[in-house]
């Protein structure tokens, strides 16, 4: 079967993008070198294609009362042009999937999903549909670009009359238009930078991005998605089928501030609220390797000769120069500086339990 291919494939062959099979899309994975990548988004900005991910709109009179009823957060907070991150449950208190909700109105809504779970979410949504939602999924509508890092906003800002500082932190504008594109910008990103995502139409999607580079100049590179996963590591920020999956809660990932327990009634409360109660027995732990190696995704985690969980993610930080890497394990073995082991190629290789050594996230609030 075919892969499929953004707006912006012929801009990444003509910036000499490595091109790979991600999840059924031929993106690019680096151009430079993800180490590059990485550190020029940390010190000044990167431009990234994430039209791969999914978009679902809800409308209708009854909009919110059904979107609160499928997120574990609350959505009845939200304002006009507000974005809220939150998940959707199982029953059983598992993650169908993380997302963001741009609120328009009370009335109608926009879920960002992720690319890999868009077809999954749709039918889980249509599958608990209630009178009074329209459901769509409109994906193929939306070219979506990120810009990212320190000098984001002064490179974006060159493009638009609208002043970008009046978009706060985790709110958006439906109508920025940025080098003659209409487009919505919001606030948010996956790197732990500053930042906006831009959401356009394909036919505009080329324009933008070249426009950008060119506003940039030397302070703006395209960035891979290899880059990209190093750096919302790096920020500690979650990802679905790691952190996070069908049988892995909110709550045992340590992201029980987006499950609102007080809330009204939402799919999965019941078992959440029994977890919360008995203290999971497993919770998601940052660790530093001390012998050198590299740990890797589902890699065995010891102590003293027992198994004690497995590594949802580990890689080498650009930023800090040493190994690092989160673990879901059991909750009694969790003690910060103890060290364990983690089974690289059937040798155990020391690591040490840390606490607040990921990178601090350089936000704008």
Wanted: aromatic share 10%; proline share 3%.
């Amino acid at each position: 079967m075919s892969l499929k291919r953004t707006p912006l494939f012929t801009a990444h062959q003509k910036s000499g993008g490595k091109l790979i099979d991600f999840g059924g899309w031929e993106l690019p994975v680096q151009y430079e070198g993800i180490i590059k990548e990485h550190m020029m988004v940390r010190n000044k900005a990167g431009l990234f294609d994430v039209s791969h991910m999914g978009e679902i709109e809800i409308k209708g009179e009854n909009a919110e009362k059904f979107i609160q009823y499928l997120m574990t957060n609350n959505i009845t907070t939200l304002k006009d042009n507000q974005i809220q991150y939150t998940f959707m449950c199982y029953e059983n208190g598992g993650v169908v999937d993380d997302l963001l909700v741009y609120r328009y109105s009370n009335t109608h809504y926009l879920l960002v999903v992720n690319a890999s779970n868009k077809d999954k979410d749709y039918e889980w949504i249509k599958k608990h549909a209630i009178e009074g939602v329209e459901i769509k999924d409109t994906s193929d509508s939306y070219a979506q670009l990120a810009i990212q890092g320190p000098l984001a906003e002064d490179i974006l800002q060159k493009l638009t009359k609208t002043d970008l500082k009046t978009i706060k932190f985790f709110w958006f504008d439906p109508e920025v238009e940025i080098a003659g594109a209409k487009t919505l910008v919001s606030r948010t990103g996956y790197t732990g930078e500053d930042g906006f995502e831009i959401y356009t139409r394909n036919e505009d999607a080329v324009k933008v991005w070249d426009a950008i580079l060119e506003a940039g100049k030397d302070d703006i590179a395209p960035i891979g998605l290899g880059a990209r996963d190093t750096l919302r590591f790096e920020a500690k920020l979650p990802l679905y089928g790691q952190e996070i999956d069908q049988d892995i809660t909110p709550l045992e990932a340590g992201l029980g501030f987006f499950v609102k327990l007080d809330s009204d009634d939402f799919i999965g409360k019941d078992a959440l609220v029994k977890q919360k109660e008995a203290n999971p027995d497993r919770i998601l732990v940052e660790f530093e390797m001390i012998d050198k190696g590299i740990a890797r995704s589902k890699y065995e985690v010891e102590k003293d000769g027992v198994n004690i969980g497995w590594v949802t993610t580990g890689s080498h930080s650009p930023t800090f120069e040493k190994s690092i890497g989160l673990a879901l394990i059991k909750r009694e073995y969790f003690t910060p500086g103890e060290e364990i082991n983690i089974i690289i190629r059937n040798r155990k290789l020391k690591a040490k339990l840390t606490k607040g050594s990921f990178y601090k996230k350089n936000t704008k609030k």
